[in-house]
Nanobody
Framework: QVQLVESGGGLVHAGGSLRLSCAGS????????MSWYRQAPGKEREFVAT????????DYADSVKGRFAISRDNAKNTVYLQMNSLKPEDAAVYYC??????????WGQGTQVTVST
């Protein structure tokens, strides 16, 4: 059974940085397509970043390109989202998603990111 646990969210001033973590269990992140999504109050969940398997190709939403970076640590079975130059509009609940051929899509519980001005 796939489980994803996000952590690393919190309150940060505009211009600051946070690193989110998504720890996987029940599967290996290197065999999955791993993504980050976010959902702000009153808005739909939106794509943020993805890293493919096995090549590790990355892709980003235009709104975060050049500021966010997705990566994975296979030894720790964890995916990260490094977020720099945060803006108030980046505030949201951030969710980790895994896609595997065996289990399909799985989501974590989310971690809150708040950006103050």
């Amino acid at each position: 059974q796939v489980q994803l646990v996000e952590s690393g969210g919190g309150l940060v001033h505009a211009g600051g940085s946070l690193r989110l973590s998504c720890a996987g269990s029940g599967f290996t992140v290197s065999s999955a397509a791993m993504s980050w999504y976010r959902q702000a109050p009153g808005k739909e969940r939106e794509f943020v970043a993805t890293i493919t398997n096995p090549g590790g190709t990355t892709d980003y939403a235009d709104s975060v390109k050049g500021r966010f970076a997705i990566s994975r640590d296979n030894a720790k079975n964890t995916v990260y989202l490094q977020m720099n130059s945060l803006k108030p509009e980046d505030a949201a609940v951030y969710y980790c998603r895994a896609y595997t051929l065996h289990y399909g899509f799985s989501w974590g519980q989310g971690t809150q990111v708040t950006v103050s001005t």
